[in-house]
C-alpha cells in the first residue's frame, strides 16, 4: 500500500517536495549510520518516536522499533502537568466572574461586593502559586522526556532526530511547553553525540496517510 503524495513547500530553498509512504517489509539487516528516530512532541503523550533505517541512495525508509514512548515517571509528571493546568484554567474563569461583577458594581460599597473583592485576591493568590508549580513540572517533565528519550536511542546507537519545527510556538511562555522541551532535548542529544535536524511538519496529524478520513488530533 502507498498513502496519497503530499506537497510541501519549503521557504529555506524555495523548492517544492512531493513526500509518499509507502509499506515494505523491514530490513533485519541495518547499517547503524543510517538510523534515525522521528520525535513528536505531545499532550497527552509527553512525546512519541519511532526509528527508521533510510536508504539515502533509493529513497527508501524501514522501521526499525515500535512506538517508543516515556516512562511511567514522565507520565505521572506529565498527568500533574495537566491536573495543574485545568485547575488553572478554572480559576482563570473564576477570576474573569469576579472581576465582571466588581466592574458592574464599581460604586457599590455594599457587604457582597467586599466578599467578591476578597475572593478575588485569594484566587490571584492561588493562580500565582499555580503557576509557579505550572512551570516546575513543566521543567521537569522535559528533563525526564529528554533522559528517557536518551537512553532509547543509545540503546539502538541512534545518531540523528527528526525533530518539529516549532517557530510558531517558540518564546510564547505560558502553558505551551513545547519549545522548552525541545531546547532541553536538543542539548542533551548534542551531549550525547546525536545530530539533531529541524524539519517541517505542517498538517502531518490530521490525516492517516493510508485514508483520506481526517484522524483526531492526540
Request: net charge positive.
Amino acid at each position: 500500500r502507498f498513502c496519497k503524495p503530499k506537497f510541501i513547500f519549503n521557504n529555506e530553498d524555495k523548492t517544492w517536495y512531493c513526500i509518499l509512504a509507502i509499506e515494505s517489509a523491514s530490513k533485519k539487516n541495518t547499517e547503524k549510520n543510517s538510523l534515525v528516530v522521528g520525535v513528536d512532541i505531545g499532550q497527552v503523550k509527553p512525546y512519541s518516536a519511532v526509528i527508521l533505517n533510510r536508504d539515502e541512495t533509493n529513497l527508501k525508509a524501514s522501521l526499525v522499533s515500535k512506538e517508543l514512548t516515556a516512562s511511567k515517571e514522565t507520565k505521572l509528571i506529565n498527568s500533574k502537568l495537566e491536573r495543574v493546568k485545568e485547575h488553572l484554567s478554572s480559576i482563570y474563569h473564576k477570576i474573569n466572574v469576579y472581576e465582571n461583577i466588581i466592574k458592574n458594581n464599581i460604586n457599590d460599597k455594599s457587604e457582597f461586593t467586599n466578599h467578591i473583592s476578597k475572593k478575588l485576591e485569594e484566587r490571584n493568590r492561588e493562580k500565582r502559586e499555580l503557576r509557579r508549580k505550572r512551570k516546575e513540572l513543566q521543567k521537569r517533565k522535559s528533563y525526564l522526556v529528554a533522559r528517557d528519550l536518551m537512553r532509547q536511542l543509545n540503546f539502538f546507537n541512534v545518531k540523528k532526530i527528526n525533530l518539529e519545527r516549532l517557530n510558531w510556538v517558540e518564546h510564547t511562555g505560558g502553558s505551551w511547553d513545547f519549545s522548552q522541551q525541545q531546547d532541553i532535548l536538543e542539548q542533551k542529544a548534542i551531549e550525547n553525540g546525536i545530530e539533531v535536524i529541524k524539519v517541517y511538519a505542517a498538517n502531518t496529524s490530521k490525516e492517516n496517510p493510508f485514508i483520506t478520513k481526517p484522524v483526531k488530533q492526540k
